[in-house]
């Protein structure tokens, strides 16, 4: 039968050793930085990303504008699976009116299923060329998600893998002390010379 002792170390007694009580602490530390610090620099990780993803979307909304445009021709090559949402695209000419009344053509990603005359969205930069739709609220919400996460995931494997570390180390002095005090207590024990 085992008997669990609370406690054991931190209170004085002579069998308490120097690496018991080291630890005893790192126990202590490695519970904190689990249970505290580690949630709370995934959340802070995730807040600066959040902030960090808002100001990229709104500069890329500055940056580009939306036009409904017709589909022309369809350029070829084939599928993939391109920028509207996972969705197979392929490369088309699509031509649309600018506020000026002139008429604008460039190449654009569609969806795999639209075909001559349709009428499809399309995101332009400031000279005219086809780029992907700026980032939407779910999109941030996952960029701060993922990076809050593997943030915390991070910091806990680090101070698993350091208390660990301290075990081993604590092992190594702990069975060097073992040595030490056998070396000096066989002697009596077994009636030999050292």
Do not use: C
Request: cysteine-free.
């Amino acid at each position: 039968m085992r008997t669990r002792i609370r406690g054991r170390y931190w209170r004085r007694n002579p069998l308490r050793r120097r690496s018991d009580v080291v630890e005893a602490w790192t126990k202590v530390l490695v519970a904190l930085l689990l249970f505290v610090a580690a949630p709370a620099l995934g959340a802070a990780t995730a807040w600066w990303g959040h902030g960090q993803a808002q100001a990229i979307v709104a500069e890329q909304r500055a940056e580009r504008h939306h036009v409904r445009a017709t589909v022309v021709d369809r350029t070829l090559g084939t599928l993939s699976t391109g920028e509207l949402g996972g969705q197979h695209t392929y490369r088309a000419t699509v031509h649309w009116k600018a506020p000026d009344g002139t008429e604008k053509s460039t190449t654009a990603r569609v969806p795999a299923d639209t075909r001559h005359g349709d009428t499809v969205d399309v995101w332009l930069d400031s000279r005219g060329q086809s780029v992907p739709p700026p980032s939407d609220s779910a999109e941030i919400w996952q960029h701060s998600a993922t990076i809050g996460s593997f943030t915390t995931i991070g910091t806990v494997l680090t101070a698993l893998l350091a208390h660990r570390a301290v075990r081993a180390v604590a092992m190594r002095h702990r069975m060097a002390e073992w040595d030490r005090d056998w070396a000096l207590t066989e002697p009596q024990w077994t009636h030999r010379r050292a």
